[in-house]
């Protein structure tokens, strides 16, 4: 159940599921999805349990990343006749290419695409966003209507998207993500969370903004971000545990337990409606 009439007044919160991603398996945990019909199912069991975002990363026969345009679509194809109204983002990161090919399924014209605009350090890589690929991913989400989330793993990259979005490259206000908890980046500090949340109303105003945290960290960005007004992304692309001894058994249960930190913290789960409202989406 999305709503409690006793929150009806109080901001709603989006629940972002990443479903997939490019890295877990089914040697980590048997529950994330590979095929695309796993990942429509698993996507249609977290739209259910109050997800409004689905991002979506695919693979390939052998269950490795990939960034085939074909399978973006049948996955896109598929949400969208399961889950009415849900938001899709679709993946341009690195994993998977290099190069223009990361922007190759942003003619499906989905409702938004992760952009990460500066590089950072990976577990064991060099996570590599040169200037000159990020504008032109910038320009192709520009081109077919694609509103981007900027995937913030640092400082630097707040700032980055302030200074495209005053030099046209992002059209409307940026939605910011800050991703804390990955190996060798950012961690999952308090006092650096806060001042990103500072960071983003100084140079934005009281926009829409969003957290994620990585492995164990993931419930404690998820708590972070929802009391202090933020969105929310959790899913098996970032975590596949409940606890350190229990593995998650689907989306739908991070999902779930992200949802009862809302109640917790009096904010209700936001409809695919109303997500769709607060970021400026097309409905």
């Known amino acids: 159940m999305r709503r409690c009439s006793s929150m009806s007044d109080a901001k709603p919160c989006i629940i972002c599921v990443a479903i997939t991603g490019s890295l877990p398996s089914k040697a980590d945990n048997p529950a994330v999805p590979i095929t695309l019909a ?20 695919v693979r390939d026969d052998q269950g490795l990343p990939s960034l085939d345009p074909d399978r973006y679509g049948q996955l896109q194809e598929g949400i969208r006749a399961h889950c009415p109204g849900m938001i899709i983002q679709l993946s341009t990161g690195g994993r998977a290419g290099a190069g223009r090919v990361r922007g190759g399924m942003l003619p499906l014209a989905p409702d938004m695409a992760s952009l990460s605009v500066g590089s950072n350090n990976f577990p064991n890589r060099v996570y590599e966003n040169p200037p000159d690929l990020v504008e032109w991913l910038a320009g192709e989400m520009q081109s077919y209507d694609i509103k981007p989330e900027v995937e913030a793993f640092d400082l630097s990259h707040i700032l980055k998207a302030a200074a495209m979005h005053k030099a046209s490259l992002i059209r409307d206000v940026p939605y910011v993500q800050f991703v804390m908890g990955v190996k060798n980046a950012m961690p999952a500090d308090k006092h650096v969370f806060d001042f990103y949340v500072q960071t983003v109303q100084r140079l934005f105003g009281d926009v829409p903004w969003c957290a994620a945290g990585i492995a164990a960290d993931q419930i404690v960005v998820n708590e972070w971000a929802i009391a202090a007004g933020g969105h929310a992304r959790t899913g098996l692309e970032d975590n596949i545990r409940l ?21 917790k913290h009096d904010r209700p789960v936001a409809t695919p409606t109303q997500a769709r409202a607060i970021l400026g989406l097309r409905p």
């Open 38 to 57: 796993e990942q429509i199912e698993s996507t249609h069991e977290a739209f259910e349990a109050g997800a409004s975002i689905a991002h979506c990363h």
């Open 243 to 263: 606890d350190r001894t229990t593995l998650a058994p689907s989306n739908a249960a991070l999902v779930r337990r992200t949802a009862e930190l809302c109640a």
